[in-house]
Nanobody, 118 residues
Framework: QVQLVESGGGLVQAGGSLRLSCAISGRTFITYDMGWYRQAPGKEREFVAA????????TYSDSVKGRFTISRDNAKNTISLQMNSLKPEDTAIYYC???????????WGQGTQVTVSS
C-alpha cells in the first residue's frame, strides 16, 4: 500500500552537490517525522537527517551538519535532501523512511546510490 521510492543519486566529485528525492506512493497524507538514512558497503545503516511533519524541526547527524539540508512537501508527499560539499565518505546507498523517534518503519525501498570520487 505504501511505497518509498528514492531518486537523484549519481556520481559526483568531492566538493560537489547532489539533491535526492523520496516519493511516497500509495498514501496521500503522512504525519510521521520523516528522515534519510544511508548504508555504505560493510557498514550498518545509519541515520542522516530527519524532519518533523510541519517542517519546523530538523535533525542531522554530526557527520553531515552544515552540509546537508532536509526538506519536505506534504502536498506532494515528497522528502528531499540537498547535499553540498560532498566527501568520499558520503558514498553510500541513501534511503528514506520514518524518522527514528517514532520507533516504527515502513518497508525499505531500493534506495539511491551516491558515489563521491576523490
Amino acid at each position: 500500500q505504501v511505497q518509498l521510492v528514492e531518486s537523484g543519486g549519481g556520481l559526483v566529485q568531492a566538493g560537489g552537490s547532489l539533491r535526492l528525492s523520496c516519493a511516497i506512493s500509495g498514501r496521500t497524507f503522512i504525519t510521521y517525522d520523516m528522515g534519510w538514512y544511508r548504508q555504505a558497503p560493510g557498514k550498518e545503516r545509519e541515520f542522516v537527517a530527519a524532519i518533523s511533519w510541519s517542517g519546523g524541526r530538523t535533525t542531522y547527524s554530526d557527520s553531515v551538519k552544515g552540509r546537508f539540508t532536509i526538506s519536505r512537501d506534504n502536498a506532494k508527499n515528497t522528502i528531499s535532501l540537498q547535499m553540498n560539499s560532498l566527501k568520499p565518505e558520503d558514498t553510500a546507498i541513501y534511503y528514506c523512511n520514518v524518522g527514528p523517534r517514532d520507533n516504527t518503519f515502513l518497508s525499505w525501498g531500493q534506495g539511491t546510490q551516491v558515489t563521491v570520487s576523490s
